[in-house]
């Protein structure tokens, strides 16, 4: 497959807005053009109206650009960096936000003065940190991808975070309109900033809720009105596990989480890592100076997690190397520059049932999770 060049652009600091949260004047956001500064490039399987941003070479690190694959969901749908949060959505701006300081270090701009102070003193502790949170969220993209080409296409993002571009109900709903995601985080500021997000989208809910108590979250009703748990669901964990200790018990917690979904659902899993090229004491020290706590975990302790469901290949390996996408131009290596780890588990089908079949009674009896999956191959 051919590929467009992209020349990255120079980027520079962003500086602090006047308000805590930029309004969308300020910055390309939905139904505004994005800067000039930032390089074009359009990805031709989908509407040729739709041109994406390519972020630049300088802030990713180790990819040295992304360039898109026809059809496929790949780090080019990112549309990094994101747009800001709306105008007159509050913000809390007495505690900084572990949400907020990822979306800070993607580009976003739904972070406030105090999660910028926090973020800056993640970079100065760690300066990869920007490279490492895109490389956190082009995982996500390629594995949304797997789990549409796999015939799942119901998602439930626990510690969504912030609401920057490429959000799960994006780039899923971009391959398969049909596609239906319900969003869950702790805090209630980014949880009001993922409403703001997603008013008026079709098969997408967001509520407050804790990972910790996974009965609560399956029992919400708003999930019930967009998922239908008796067809495979994707949990994703992205980058939240880390941020529960042993005494949460987060093997157990996911273990809750996937016991009653059908067969067949998938487990997406992206954790800070032991072992790497990052070291995550001194990003755990800021972090704790300002009362969170960050686990990082070794690769044994991270296939744990998964328990019994079946690993997708190339099982539990470091954040590049989780099926990077032959058109994206990324140096790999071994990975380990990442500082994380990254896999996607499978809930095993019982003998004898076809899930295909099953979502073709799904759409008969008018299920949510019913309707045709566009390719995205």
Known sequence: MSTVPVTPPERSEPSP????????????????????????????????????????????????????VAGRVSAVAAELPGPSAPEGVACGLGRASVARVCDFLLGGGYNAAVDRELARQV????????????????????????CLRAGVRQ?????????????????????????????????????????????GSRGVCVFEEDVRRPEAVLDRPELGRVLDLGEPVAVVLGSVLQFLGGADDPAGVVGRLLAPLAAGSV??????????????????????????????????QVEELFGGLGLVEPGVVWLP?????????????????????AGVGRKAVAAGRDVAGARRRARRRGSPAGGRLRPVM
Request: contains cysteine; proline residues 9%.
């Open 17 to 68: 807005p006047p308000s805590p949260v930029e309004s969308t004047r300020q910055r390309g956001g939905h139904g505004t053009p994005l800067p000039a500064a930032h390089a074009q490039q359009q990805v031709t399987d989908w509407p040729a109206s739709r041109v994406f941003s390519v972020p630049s070479a300088a802030d990713e690190g180790p990819p040295d650009a992304v360039s898109g």
């Open 123 to 146: 970079l100065a502790a760690a300066p990869e940190m920007r490279r490492v949170a895109r490389a956190y969220r082009y995982f996500l993209y390629r594995a949304v991808g797997y």
């Open 155 to 199: 998602f439930l993002d626990i510690g969504c975070g912030a609401p920057s571009a490429g959000c799960v109900h994006e780039v899923a709903q971009r391959a398969d309109p049909g596609a239906r995601v319900a969003y869950v985080d702790i805090d209630p500021f980014v949880v009001e900033l993922a409403r703001s997000k997603v008013a």
């Open 267 to 300: 487990l997406v899993v992206s954790h800070a890592a032991t072992g790497g090229g990052l070291d995550w004491g001194p990003v755990r020290r800021v972090y704790g100076q300002a009362g969170v706590s960050v686990t990082a975990r070794s690769r044994a």
């Open 321 to 341: 190397q989780w099926r990077p996408e032959p058109g994206d131009v990324v140096r790999v290596g071994d990975g380990r520059w990442s500082g994380g780890l």
